[in-house]
Nanobody
Framework: QVQLVESGGGLVQAGGSLGLSCAAS????????MGWFRQAPGKERVFVAA???????????DYADSVKDRVTISSDSAKNTVYLQMTSLKPEDTAVYYC????????????????????WGQGTQVTVSS
């Protein structure tokens, strides 16, 4: 089992910045992917960003087109923690943000699909006021 704990959500004004963290504990994988999704009230959960790491290779990040100019995902493998830095926030960024994790499978779903992840955090609320 893998436990994921998100932190860093809150209320921010439009145009502001916010950083989220997700700490993973428990089982680890040789090749691992961690991602962020968000879910606004009454809407489906959508992909924000993901990062992959494999031993001996550089990390690789994926971003949703809607946020790629305003969001940066990074990781600290020593701390098993992934970060999401968001800038130029808009009211439409308001959502519960979920951290997800899972092993990288050669024939698995793409990183923007919830099915690519086996483990999910409880979520952290991000509210952007206009």
């Amino acid at each position: 089992q893998v436990q994921l704990v998100e932190s860093g959500g809150g209320l921010v004004q439009a145009g502001g910045s916010l950083g989220l963290s997700c700490a993973a504990s428990g089982r680890t994988f040789a090749s691992f992917r961690m991602g962020w999704f968000r879910q606004a009230p009454g809407k489906e959960r959508v992909f924000v960003a993901a990062i992959r790491w494999r031993p001996g290779t550089a990390n690789y990040a994926d971003y949703a087109d809607s946020v790629k100019d305003r969001v940066t995902i990074s990781s600290d493998s020593a701390k098993n923690t992934v970060y999401l830095q968001m800038t130029s926030l808009k009211p439409e960024d308001t959502a519960v943000y979920y951290c997800a994790a899972g092993p990288i499978l050669s024939a698995g779903p793409s990183p923007d699909k919830p099915g690519a992840y086996d483990y999910w955090g409880q979520g952290t609320q991000v509210t952007v006021s206009s």
